[in-house]
């Protein structure tokens, strides 16, 4: 009998080049069982309900070549680099770390290093965690990553350590139609504390797909900060995945910035199973031609006295879509939450689209929580009101577009990183 | 300075303006008056361009220049100024910088170097204290909280700030208590030389006691059916609209 090949089928062939037979035990069997995982899951459809108003045709609707190899190829990153800002760099090019482009100061009890070599080196906390959170079994592009993820970023974290310097990883694609499947991994040991930028470029990379997992691990007490900063031009996909365990008072925060994308999906997964944490998740997205942008959130506070605080705010462009959906939970121990979420939206154009969906699920009695969800247009009074003062139309929804998404950035700490976000945001609507 | 020949506008197909002349030179007070409805705002919205009117007959000259010809912003920094009758809040704008950019690129189009920030600041300073504005509300997102009151001070001081040529307020006595009249009227009166120009718009003469008009135009119908000295604004608060509509209509 010949069956006929699915979209999996073919891309899991694809992937299946990849060859992982030098690795540790420990790393094989995690992969085997992804591998495994995905017999049992396929790939979403409109009617699954998480990806309602997604679909994820142009995705896996194409064959891409895989780079099975580290390449040596010469990259200028200076383009990629964020003005004025001194950060430890490491390079993920076509989802494989490059040590020759990356620079890393040393730092005692700060580790930045490739996820391949540590698990080469099978290193202790990896070996026990790599996984840990963002497991296979839940979901088909955790497993995909799983199974296939080529290198990626280790940070661990020592007791006691803050980190000198924001760790900028570099996330870029520089061919076309290739799929790259990168992991990073993020431990905080006890009162440490990192700020971390990944930036998701692309230099070519048309019709190319990235996959990204992300796994942060925080000890009692420490505080990381990560910048998520989306700015792939022309065709291209992506799915990324941040999964997020949060122990006693720690804080974390997660601003997510999304400048351009064909097709981007995020999925924010937080699990606080401690009291008093802090968990802030903000984001930006600017949707353009047919960008389609896609946040879902997940904040499960398990336990009592912790706060969270959502900002999302979208501006939509042309025909782009928006898609936000943000989960809070509040489950039966965690008495005295503040839980706290917002979407905003302006649509720019008649043909720009959101869908937005704010959820909260509160099973405890005595908690603080709010939800809200709105959309609408640039305010023409309010543009005349500014041009009656002398000021460009451009200029003046540059200014009210910079109002309107302000809120969404005050978590972001590392101020050359603000004025390059700015600096995209006047480059878009600016004069 | 200004001048309006036969200015027809309509909004949504009806007309509203039929027929306005007017000139109006360096260094007076003009006060237009007249009934709801006579198309006052309406000519201080044509005049600062918005979009809404459609002029469809007639010809603005403002400083030899066609000012129907320009976008709202070029208008602007041309001098006209609109002080709004009803000023428009924005959320997360804030007052300074605004006035910054609207300063810069003014004088960006005069071909001027940018305001530097000590002179900006004292700049502001100054005019602030001119309406007893506090400091800051000038600092405070555009509007957004501020009282009637403060809002049209508010007006004043962009008024101040951006030194304009020709000076439109529109009722912008309405609402006010007396004290805040009294500021508002001080800060026009302060800023008025033999080089700039004031149209006032209102709907009572209470305005005018304390900023005294050349001139006084009433408005009717879309036309401007009586022009005399500052004793019209008298007579018209004394004996109300009605005699002009009989004059007008016989």
Redesign the interface.
């Known amino acids: 009998m010949i069956k006929e090949l699915t979209k999996k089928d073919i891309l899991l062939e694809n992937l299946n080049q990849l060859d992982f037979s030098s690795e540790p035990h420990f790393a094989k069997d995690l992969r085997a069982e992804a591998k495994n995982a995905l017999d049992q899951l396929e790939f979403p459809t409109s009617k699954t309900e998480n990806w309602k108003y997604t679909r994820i045709g142009k995705i896996i609707n194409k064959t891409y070549s895989i780079q099975s190899k580290i390449s040596t190829s010469q990259l200028s990153i200076s383009n990629y680099l964020i003005p004025e800002l001194d950060a430890n760099i490491a390079v993920l090019l076509n989802g494989f770390y490059r040590e020759d482009l990356s620079s890393i100061e040393k730092q005692e009890g700060l580790k930045i290093s490739s996820l391949k070599n540590a698990i080469a080196q099978e290193n202790g906390f990896i070996k026990n965690h790599l996984g840990g959170i963002a497991k296979a079994e839940s979901e088909i592009f955790i497993a995909l990553n799983t199974m296939s993820f080529t290198d990626g970023v280790y940070i661990d974290l020592d007791k006691n350590i803050v980190g000198k310097k924001p760790v900028h990883i570099i996330n870029i694609i520089t061919d076309n139609n290739i799929v790259a499947n990168t992991r990073t991994i993020v431990k905080a040991h006890d009162n440490s504390a990192v700020k971390i930028i990944e930036s998701f470029v692309n230099l070519q990379g048309e019709e190319s797909f990235t996959n990204s997992v992300s796994e942060f691990f925080l000890n009692p007490n420490s505080q990381v900060e990560y910048n998520k900063i989306q700015n792939k031009e022309g065709e291209s996909y992506q799915v990324s995945t941040e999964q997020v365990y949060q122990r006693k008072d720690s804080n974390f925060t997660i601003n997510t910035i999304t400048l351009d994308g064909t097709l981007v999906r995020n999925n924010l997964n937080i699990e606080v199973n401690a009291e008093g944490c802090e968990t802030n998740l903000n984001g930006i997205y600017l949707g353009k031609n047919k960008n389609h942008i896609d946040n879902h959130t997940v904040v499960n506070h398990l336990k009592p006295n912790c706060n969270s605080n959502e900002v999302y705010k979208g501006i939509l462009d042309d025909n782009s879509v928006g898609v936000f959906n943000g989960k809070v939970f509040v489950r039966p121990d965690a008495q005295k939450t503040n839980a706290f979420q917002q979407n905003n939206n302006i649509l720019l154009t008649d043909d720009a689209v959101i869908n937005s969906k704010p959820e909260l699920e509160i099973y405890a009695d005595d908690v603080k929580c709010s939800h809200g969800s709105t959309t609408g247009q640039l305010?023409d009074?309010?543009i005349?009101?500014?041009?009656?003062?002398?000021?460009?139309?451009r200029?003046a929804v540059n200014?009210?577009i910079?109002?309107?998404i302000?809120?969404a950035l005050s978590s972001i700490s590392i101020e050359p990183l603000k004025n390059y976000i700015d600096s995209k945001i006047d480059e878009r609507f600016g004069s | 300075m200004l001048s309006i020949k036969n200015l027809h506008a309509k909004i949504d197909d009806k007309e509203i303006l039929k027929g306005i002349n007017l000139e109006i030179k360096a260094g007076e007070v003009h006060a237009i008056m007249g009934p709801n409805g006579s198309g006052k705002s309406t000519l201080s919205a044509v005049l600062a361009g918005r979009e809404e009117y459609e002029v469809t007959e007639g010809t603005v000259n403002f400083l030899e220049k066609d000012l129907l010809d320009m976008n709202p912003e070029d208008r602007a920094r041309e001098g006209v100024f609109l002080a709004f009758q009803y000023p428009i809040e924005i959320p997360g704008v804030s007052n300074i910088n605004f006035l910054k950019t609207a300063i810069n690129e003014t004088r960006a189009y005069h071909g001027k170097e940018t305001i530097t920030a000590k002179d900006f600041l004292a700049l502001v300073k100054e005019k602030s204290a001119l309406v007893e504005l506090d400091a800051k509300l000038a600092s405070r997102s555009v509007n957004e909280g501020f009282s009637g009151g403060e809002k049209k001070r508010n007006e004043i001081f962009q008024m101040a700030m951006l030194e304009p040529k020709l000076s439109i307020l529109d009722e912008t006595d309405s609402g006010l208590d007396i004290d805040a009249l009294r500021i508002v009227a001080k800060g026009v009166n302060t800023l008025k030389s033999s080089e700039n120009a004031t149209i006032v718009i209102t709907h009572y003469q209470r305005l005018l006691d304390y900023i005294v008009p050349d001139f006084v135009h009433v408005l009717y119908n879309g036309r401007i059916v009586k022009t005399g000295g500052k004793e019209l604004a008298l007579e018209l608060e004394e004996k109300g609209y009605d005699w002009i509509k009989e004059e007008i209509n016989n």
């Open positions: 305010d009074e309010a005349f009101y500014l041009q009656a003062r002398g000021i460009s139309k200029s200014l009210m910079s109002a309107f302000k809120d």
